[in-house]
């Protein structure tokens, strides 16, 4: 007899009992479920949830495996400079992959069992099934948050996150927030030491600040903010060879998970599309603020605000953003005007706030929050707007 | 004999919690979120209300039959403001850091929507004496959630409490620190204190299920 019968034989044994949810949660983790719907019309379709969720997964993984490489690369390029003259060549080795392992599974490992653990309590207090919204979550948490945060903080911040910005909606499905986001604003505002700065992106590097071998790593953002010229070519960008959140670095990894999002029908493209719209019109706009003469060189935000257009897209968290996190169907805008009006005002924030706030060099996770608050009222007056229309059209057909 | 008869106790439990100014009628909340990062700013604005509060009702309720009542706003006005202005000058003479610390909040105890709701839903149609244990009850009431909420944010956002170090000292590193601890800086934003009352309301609601609203 195998595991699968095993844990049917189990569930008729739980059935009934408070523990059921915990387990039932477990049943339909490993395998479909072996009940079937008794009443009622019968739509069949293979992509539930957990299929939609799996997805998003999938398209993550890209992102997480170069996380992990990039980890180690940037602790070994920030000791050795000369690294990263072949970035290539020295980027997928055995030594960046054991370190970066190190370093990301175990945030991976806590942001799933702390952010599960939740749920399943939640679950047996209030009697009802585990929803797979925390499978997303849960996966993304570890891959915007810099690598070398404590794993304290994250517990704390997943608790949080999980709670407040979910379970207190009414779980999957309810949320305002994007939970991810809510996770990172918070670990963001409560130990803002450890989520920016020069010292927080590269592994080791606080521990050793103050000593003579001391490393840093600031990222794009932040020596743009600063004025500096980055050290990085927008190619190492593009291809993620830069330090930043754990998987973010890669466009085109996300790029790639992009496309499979679009294609198997799980994120809006007209979301990312408009998004990527709203951040090329900001850039431009600051642009043309820079050509008129109109900011002078020493302005704090003449780095960020010279930047051409095109490279705000490919440099901070921004592509990350607009695709796995903007998109969530939960949080975003549900009509088609909506989308694009939410997700252009989402990389025309995110421009913003990065460019005239260098406190917060992050600004997607911030615009997207903003929006996610928006997204109801945006829908509320695309849905009006078009009753009135066919109102109207009623009125001149009667007419 | 009991000090207080049944229906005059409960005057002054009910507010502390079934009928809770913050967490049930929803009010004062403006100066929970302001002052209740240090719990010493909590208390002293605690007694500060409970002494307004208190005062004034007796105060209105002795005049409830002479205030023509289209001017009765303007004369509440007045008899907070005053005594908003004593507590003001007290704390000035007597704990002049403290007020320094509270700045405007003190004098914007005249716009606590608590005091003149009370005004006008008790001590307008009451005796003194039941409305000074109303005022005192409600104004406790309020009290009492601005210390939960201070007991909370300053231990959690400085690791203090009433400014003694009771977690071990953040720069030398001793005590929690020690081991990697570090102070939240969101408990020292008004969010976190908006999100603490709403765990106490969660909290309150899930005790009693009489509280929950449909």
Redesign the interface.
Known sequence: MGLKQNLHKLKEKYKGTKMAPAFNALHTFLYTPNETTHSGSHVRAADDLKRTMNTVIMALVPCLIFGIFNAGYQHYAAIDATLRLDPLGNFFTWDNFILGAWTVLPLVIVSYLVGLGVEFIFAVIKGHEVEEGYLVTGMLVPLIVPIDIPLWMLTVAVIFGVVIGKEVFGGTGMNILNPALTIRAFLFFAYPTWMSGDKVWVHGAKEMAGQPDAISGETILGSLAQNHEPIYSIWDSFWGFIPGSVGETSTFLILIGAAFLIFTKVGSWRIMLSAVIGAIVMGLIFNGVVDQGWIQQGSSFYGLMSETFWHHLVIGGLAFGIVYMATDPVTASQTNKGKWIYGFFIGFISVLIRVFNPAYPEGVMLAILLMNVFAPTIDHYVLKGNIKKRLKRLKAKTA | MALLSKKDSRLILDPLADNNPITIQVLGICSALAITAQLKASIVMAISVIAVLGIGNVVISLMRNVIPSKIRIIVQLVVVAALVIIVDQVLKAFAYSLSKELSVFIGLIITNCIIMGRFEAFALGNGPWRSFLDGIGNAAGYGVILIIVGFFRELLGSGTLLGIQVLGDPISKTGLYAI???N????L?SPMAL?IV?LII?VQRAQNKDLIEE
């Open positions: 990697g601890y570090e939240n800086g969101f408990m934003l999100i709403g969660w």
